[in-house]
């Protein structure tokens, strides 16, 4: 640590002239003796009389001891002066204020607190006082899990484990309902997922901050009685270190979880060369991806970290996408890891709510999983819409196949009428055009051809209708011109000749277009004889009580129909006699 931040001690008891206070003096008897080095740095002489179990200390009962590492002790303690709520006191036996004041700059969900930090020179020790959050670390998860099957590697077990941890402390604390059901419900790898994806964001708020920990291992991440990671012992913990430092008063880490750039750091400290390379943030991230591989290998991580390529190997739960996330992490080079700890998190995150990830290549059949798992009724939904998609594309098929056969018969009998129209068989056509009309209408698109099919069909009935008024005014002709004519084919005619006249408007719609020029002048001659031949038979028959009356009209439709006087030779004189 820094000479001028932790004085030598042993000087600064003999000048200390302070009382000792009152709840401080059960240990006085106990003083740890603290003296330097050739090099300026403290060199500790613990006394046999330490504080114990029972001791107060700042006003806190000492009930427990935590644990202990090189830089001091960790106690459980009541603080009796505030509902004797529970209390981690950190003893150290230096007055270095290092982690106070890195723990005093940072105020994160994920990161362990400090209520407040106290020396007593009169004992050679700094107290840090932090909340009591549970005493199990992500290391001592992991020894205990060890003790499990493979298939006993669960959120449930972990649970058991905290539980069963925090029974044995004289002191408990409450576990959030919700996060201790989560808690249950996740596997052994969203749970390490989960804690990486803390401890990232946790890490990225303190290199804001221009912090770098140095030190983040198995051992420093408390997990809390439901779950949840914090980031412990900032003692080393130092703005980051850039290239071509010469002169760097301390570097604290443990090898095994330092990454590259802060092993050659420290190496070239203890030869006064200048700092290589920057240690900075991204340090901490290789140290953190030593965590995951760890945590993720399972039982086969218990020697050191593995090799992040071997995760899948090592447990099939992990999956690639998340074995990339830590090989990055990993890189040796600090450029290739991810650039900050808030990516990591996202990344971390992504990989928990099944979304691609950014930071890492992502394959497409972990894309498909993913996509599976986020939403778990998208394969039904797809393969209901697929069967939806070609049992419509076959009926539609089946429609268009029985659309194309009725085109196929419509056109048939509009090529049959046109053939019997042809012929002068305007019976038939006119049949062939009525079946081809009736299955044009069942057509979907084919407006043409029932308007073809509708054309033909009128044209054959004018043809149809020329032809039997030629055949009527034709005998019309041959018996006007005779003496006698039997009295019953005067009626026959006659009423031939009314129907045809009834039903002139056939003859004379052009709507479906004209005929042949010799036809069309055909109808209009044989309807000019009609009217002509047909009023001298309409006479003719007329009872004799009715013949003046029978005159009247055809005189009245020859002048309708004829603006001049009829051709001379027709009988129509027989009329006007």
């Known amino acids: 640590m820094d000479p001028e931040d932790i004085p030598t001690t042993l000087n600064r008891l003999r000048r200390s002239s302070q009382e000792p206070s009152a709840s401080n003096s059960d240990l006085l008897s106990r003083t740890i003796v603290h003296g330097g080095n050739a090099d300026g740095q403290d060199v500790i002489r613990e006394s046999p009389l330490t504080p114990t179990i029972g001791d107060c200390l700042d006003n806190c009962r000492i009930v427990a001891e935590l644990g202990s590492g090189g830089s ?17 006191l ?28 106290n020396t007593h020179p009169e004992l050679g020790i700094r107290v840090l006082a932090m909340p009591y959050l549970g005493r199990t670390t992500l290391a001592n998860l992991l020894d205990r899990m060890r003790e499990e099957p493979d298939d006993g590697w669960t959120g449930a077990r972990v649970f058991q484990v905290l539980e069963t941890e925090q029974a044995q402390m004289p002191m408990h604390i409450s576990v959030l309902p919700h996060l201790a059901a989560k808690l249950k419900q996740v596997t052994w790898v969203e749970f390490i997922v989960q804690v990486g994806h803390a401890v990232a964001e946790a890490l990225a708020y303190a290199h804001q901050r221009g912090l770098v920990h140095h030190d983040l291992k198995p051992a420093n991440i408390l997990i809390t009685p439901d779950g949840q990671p914090i980031i412990l012992d900032l003692g080393v913990a130092r703005q980051p270190i850039s290239k071509g430092t010469e002169r760097v008063p301390w570097l604290g880490g443990t090898w095994l979880y330092m990454s590259p750039e802060q092993r050659l750091a420290v190496d070239a400290m203890k030869n006064l060369d200048p700092i290589p390379c920057a240690v900075d943030g991204r340090s901490d991230l290789y140290s953190l991806g030593l965590v995951l591989a760890h945590a993720l290998a399972g039982k086969r991580g218990e020697e050191s970290p593995p090799d992040p390529r071997m995760l899948t190997k090592l447990n099939p739960q992990v999956s690639p996408g998340l074995e990339a996330i830590v090989a990055r992490c990993l890189a040796e080079n600090p450029d290739h890891r991810y650039p900050d700890g808030g990516s990591l998190a996202e990344d971390l995150h992504r990989h928990l709510t099944d979304l691609p990830l950014v930071g890492v290549r992502n394959s497409w059949s972990e894309r498909v999983r993913k996509w599976r798992r986020r939403r778990p009724q998208g394969l039904a939904l797809i393969l209901v819409v697929v069967a939806f998609c070609l049992t419509a594309a076959l009926a539609g098929f089946a ?28 019976e038939a056509a006119i049949s062939r055009f009525i079946a081809g009309k009736e299955v044009a209408e069942q057509i979907s698109g084919a407006g043409a051809l029932q308007l073809e099919l509708n054309r033909q069909l009128q044209q054959s009935r004018r043809l149809q209708m020329a032809s039997e008024l030629d055949k009527v005014v034709s005998q019309m002709r041959f018996y006007a011109l005779q003496d006698h004519m039997p009295r019953r084919l005067q009626w026959v005619l006659e009423a031939a000749g009314r129907k045809l006249w009834a039903e002139r408007g056939v003859l004379v719609d052009h709507s479906a277009g004209t005929l042949e020029n010799a036809v069309e002048t055909t109808i209009k001659s044989r309807l000019q004889e009609l009217v002509i031949l047909w009023t001298d038979l309409h006479v003719r028959v007329a009872p004799p009580e009715q013949s003046a009356q029978a005159r009247l009209e055809a005189r009245e439709m020859l002048d309708d129909r004829f603006a001049s006087p009829p051709p001379v030779g027709w009988t129509v004189i027989r009329l006007l006699a």
Do not use: C
């Open 90 to 117: 950190k003893v150290t036996r230096t007055t270095s204020r290092h982690e106070d004041l890195n723990l005093a700059r940072l105020q994160h969900t994920n990161i362990m607190p400090l209520y407040w930090a």
């Open 72 to 88: 001091g002790q960790a106690f459980l303690a009541r603080q009796e002066t505030l509902a004797d709520r529970p209390i981690v």
């Open 399 to 426: 429609i268009y196949q029985r659309n194309e056969d009725r085109r196929r018969e419509a056109e048939a009998a509009l090529h049959d009428g046109q053939e019997h129209q042809r012929l002068g068989q305007y």
